[in-house]
């Protein structure tokens, strides 16, 4: 089992910047990638960012990418999401969520989720 805690949502103004955490627990920590995945009221989940087991790989949605960076501390067991230029549109409550070896976009991929953390952008 591993379970995940998020950490560090609020409230900012557009242009901001933002930093959401992900801590992990249970399992060895450097055999799991990484997804942060949001959802905004009346929409599904989407893929934001994931970063592999080792961080030598990331990837980005196209809406964030270039304003969002995806890193990881396997000694803390934390993953991190650093948000730049935040726009209302990146409004929703952030989760992060693990997988064991993979890399993957799409929620059904990922086993293990956290509880999430709202992050709130005003125009």
């Known amino acids: 089992q591993v379970q995940l805690v998020e950490s560090g949502g609020g409230l900012v103004q557009a242009g901001d910047s933002l930093r959401v955490s992900c801590a992990a627990s249970?399992?060895?920590?450097?055999?799991?990638?990484i997804g942060w995945f949001r959802q905004a009221p009346g929409k599904e989940r989407e893929f934001v960012a994931v970063i592999s087991r080792h961080g030598n790989g990331t990837n980005y949605a196209d809406s964030v990418r270039g304003r969002f960076t995806i890193s990881r501390d396997n000694a803390k067991n934390t993953v991190y999401l650093v948000m730049n230029s935040l726009k209302p549109e990146d409004t929703g409550v952030y989760y992060c969520?693990?997988?064991?070896?993979?890399?993957?976009?799409?929620?059904?991929?990922?086993?293990?989720w956290g509880q999430g953390t709202q992050v709130t952008v005003s125009s």
């Open positions: 969520a693990a997988q064991e070896g993979g890399f993957g976009y799409y929620p059904s991929e990922y086993d293990y």
């Open positions: 249970g399992r060895t920590f450097s055999r799991l990638s």
